[in-house]
């Protein structure tokens, strides 16, 4: 089971035919991560952060932002040295075997199906909120602006109608194989930066330290299970930190990456996590964002049946934890609707372009997967007009517009982490034991102080998980079980490194890879 791995040199020999041309600098890559990393996490999960840790949310940034950086360093060293299609998977089944990349390869196609569906219920809050009420002055009914389910209780919606029209538009364009261009995406990553330093702007000057006491409402750690206290949001907001993984891949595309890689992952993880200490700050100093707690003294569960009939009383209907648009929310009420409402257009605008890159990336790990025959070839299949796996990424793009149609998101990202943090882990694990198999190796860029950053990594990823409110950790090992009787079913069997074929495919839609912001053809030799 764990002997079958796939050749490292096949691997590379693909890689050697990309010949990427080296000319990203240090500051380029930090800029491209910002773009990256900004996102649906601090314009829609600040909510869910407030109610789990209260001003804690502030610690909470910090320390989800701590561990990104530790495994944002081990997984550069290995996209530089494997720079291939298949992202953690591709670099498991070099180091761990078949079964384990197996594991991790289903882990990912959740993380970034279940990532998709959460995007878009964010969209749909801003849409719902900012253009259909504050621009339109129409109400979207409450059934059809929220989805029924939430893990324990109900939301009382029916269809989050919204959610679910945004995931299959953007599935119908990456089927018909529109991706974003250099000058789109680098506007809207200015959309975003310019939007969210307004906001530090016009809330900082009316931050009342009162607001700030108790700063941890909930404790530091809430927890087994609990998905409260810091670090029970940290858990949650490491969500806001997803795409910095797209710095590392880029490390082939470096100039001197021993030197630029460092500095453009570091540099854009500690720019992002100030400039989000500070949104969390001038929001919750503004306005305040004291917990709706429990009669047991401890926050209702973000995104509960019991959270939800808290909020539609008139005691915190005006509260930042029940706001489906926090930012723009915190805006309006302390006076500024209009600059409230263009924050709420560059979420608006921005977030669909981030799904896209969550699908885009979901059905690339399908498709290798597929290629590798652990899957059926049929979902590897290319449209012969559009060139796009049409099949997996429709297949995709209805999971992930029913899960954004009946879940709200804060459960929704929390479901994500859970797969995030198990790939990030086996990386770092991957990360140690090729140091270990293959000394000799070239690499692009090593892991200073691996002894120490690699544990850092496995510890942090695990802390965080075990800090997941009980349901989101219980979900991945019964997607994992789920996986495993697949992988036993039909890919152990069908398996091309099992049955000798060990040449390695890129996929045939490499050039559809979403550019990096500035940046001609990435993706191209």
Known sequence: MFGRIKPLDAILATAEKKSLHRSLGGFQLMLFGIGCIIGTGIFVLTSAGAQK?????????????????????????????IPVAGSAYTYSYATMGEFLAWTV??????????????????????????????FLGIELPAWL???????????????????LVIALLVTGLLIIGTSESAKVNTVLVAIKVIALTAFIALTLPQ?????????LPAGVFGGFGTGVGAVGAAATMFFAYV???????????????????????????LFCTVFYILVAAGAIGALGGQPIMGPNGVPFPAGSEELARQCASLAHADALVCSDEPLAHVLRQIGFSGVG?????????????VILVLLFAQTRI???????????????SVHPKYRTPHVVTAITGVAVAVGAAFFPVGQLADISNAGTLYAFLMVAVAVMLLRRSDPLRRRHFRVPALWLVGPLTILGCLVLFFTLPFWAMAFLPIWMAIGIAVYFAYGRSHSHVGLGRVEVHEPEYADLEPDIPGIEDRGRP
């Open 105 to 134: 390869g289903w882990a990912l196609i959740m993380q970034y199906a279940i990532a998709a569906s959460a995007v878009s219920v964010g969209w749909s809050g801003y849409f719902s909120g900012t253009i259909l009420h504050e």
């Open 366 to 380: 399908f498709f290798v997967m597929s290629r590798d025959g652990l899957l059926p070839e049929v979902l590897s």
């Open 341 to 353: 409402n263009m924050l709420g257009i560059a979420a608006f605008l921005a977030l669909p372009s």
């Open 243 to 269: 795409g910095f993984d797209a710095v590392s891949t880029a490390a082939e595309e470096t100039k001197n990456p021993q030197r630029n890689v460092p500095i453009g992952l570091i540099g854009s993880l």
């Open 145 to 163: 602006a929220a989805g029924p389910l939430v893990l324990g209780g109900a939301q009382g919606g029916l269809i989050n109608l919204p959610a």
């Open 207 to 215: 931050a009342d330290a009162a607001r700030f006491n108790p700063f």
């Open 53 to 81: 840790a209260g001003p804690g949310l502030m610690l909470a940034f910090a320390i989800a932002g701590g561990v990104c950086i530790v495994a944002a360093l081990c997984y550069a060293e290995i996209a530089a040295m």
